[in-house]
């Protein structure tokens, strides 16, 4: 295991377990509430994560509310100092991180370096803060009135991670949320927080001060706990629907301001005017990579026109990717999570099969020798898929593509249109007049041309829309500053002549 020792101690049964940090120390927790942490290509048992206890929680939210007393006051100057020494130590710790990040994940090492490095550019983009957080002047708006905004820090924030993204979604989060002058508690994937650990740890000898960052671990107490806790002002959670709308309404109801990104079903619509073998290539790689494990992934593909006949071609790329362990060389695609996630996967698909749509390529019953107990799952697609089939309407999450066929690009856009997730979408044309016709007319909040995986980078922000999404404001970018920050409006007005008097005015203002 490559986990670093401070943030993993050794329990009486051999088997490491993974800390909470509160107040600037990394504790063991008392609950007796635990799960291991699984390699999923092996079963291997890397660690073991507890479901902190109320109390634990209870500490961790006062430590960052104290801690704000003093940070939020921090200069603007400081705290950017911070984040420029934690990229360069996340730059530097990216192989090991990566290495942790494989094992307890289970995405290939190239792809682990990937979730890291996309996490690192919102940390490089957290050392804007001194123009990021400006407020806006005008002067003599009113006789001798000047306006002014201050955009403040808002006090203890909660982030809420998911298992697909352990580098990045966390750093999504509490580098934006600190460099504004917050404090923050992390909650992370209980299924695979052994790198989340490591990038937390290197926040701290960054020189995040005590108090500024605290992790809890565990499930639905823990993350309920944080929602409903009275000095909690802020919530970010990056999940799957049913738990993202859980978190949204609970901590609304409880006064939090709170973004929620949940679940997907993305489409790439191909024109019969695409580069085809370019077109190919991108729809294997964002159908399968990671496993089919991304938010952004693609998950349908809608061939419109003569592009009907590309299928057999995908078919063929899809079957040169190789299924291997993350941690071998030239693996295209590692397990999936969990076994529970591969047994999910596996009924999906069979639902598709009694659904009555045609399996071009079936990835089940996959062996990789030297793995035989990996949660291995190949690249799996259905084609003749309808719309009111299950495997069209849930997010499966795996390494599946459904292929349906229109003949217009009208029709794919209608289509599009109707389904209820608008995380991402992708159309590939080399005509420019039908992509400027279907990034006006898509219902989907971020949109790539040619592009598989429109996830936007950070000095943009991640505008998910419709079912994906919850609350106005996305994460990172100016979208999550606003996020971060409450606006407050100065109206000023200052007097030359200290013996003026304007005499009582009972009316309001006529400038
Ligand atoms: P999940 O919803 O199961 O878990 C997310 C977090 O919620 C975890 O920290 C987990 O401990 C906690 N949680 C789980 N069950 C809970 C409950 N009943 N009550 C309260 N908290 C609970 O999601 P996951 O399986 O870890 O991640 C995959 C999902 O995340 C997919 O749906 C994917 O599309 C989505 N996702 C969305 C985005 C985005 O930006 N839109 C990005 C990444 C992942």
Known sequence: MSANPSTLASRTSG????????????????????????????????????????????????????????????????????????????????PRIAKTLSADQGKTIPDAEGDIFRGLEVVEHACSIGTLQQGEFAENVAGSVDTYTLRQPIGVCVGITPFNFPAMIPLWMFPMAIVCGNTFVLKPS?????????????????????????????????????????????????????????????GSEHGKRVQSMMGAKNHAVVLPDANREQTLNALAGAGFGAAGQRCM??????????SAQWLPDLVEKAKTLKVNAGSEANTDIGPVVSRAAQERILGLIEAGVKEGATLALDGRGIKVPGYEKGNFIGPTIFSDVTADMQIYRTEIFGPVLCVLSVPTLDDAIELVNRNPFGNGVGLFTQSGAAARKFQSDIDIGQVGINIPIPVPVPSFSFTGSRGSKLGDLGPYGKQVVQFYTQTKTVTARWFDDATVNDGVNTTISLR
């Open 297 to 306: 992934a693609t998950s349908v593909v809608v061939l419109v026109g003569a």
């Open 190 to 250: 209980e299924q695979d927080p052994m790198s989340t650990m490591e990038l937390v740890e290197l926040a701290l000898e960054a020189g995040v001060p005590k108090g500024v960052l605290n992790v809890v671990h565990g499930g639905k107490e823990v993350v309920d706990a944080l929602c409903m806790h009275e000095l909690v002002k802020a919530i970010s959670f990056v999940g799957s629907t049913a738990v993202g709308t859980h978190v949204y309404r609970l």
């Open 15 to 94: 088997v490491a377990t993974v800390k909470l940090l509160i107040n600037g120390e990394f504790v063991d927790s008392t609950s007796t509430e635990w799960r291991d942490i699984v390699n999923p290509a092996t079963q291997d048992v890397l660690a073991r994560v507890p479901f902190a206890t109320v109390s634990e929680v209870d500490a961790a939210i006062r430590a960052a509310h104290e801690a704000f007393r003093t940070w939020k006051n921090t200069p603007t100057g400081a705290r950017m100092r911070i984040m420029l020494k934690y990229q360069a130590l996340i730059r530097e710790h990216m």
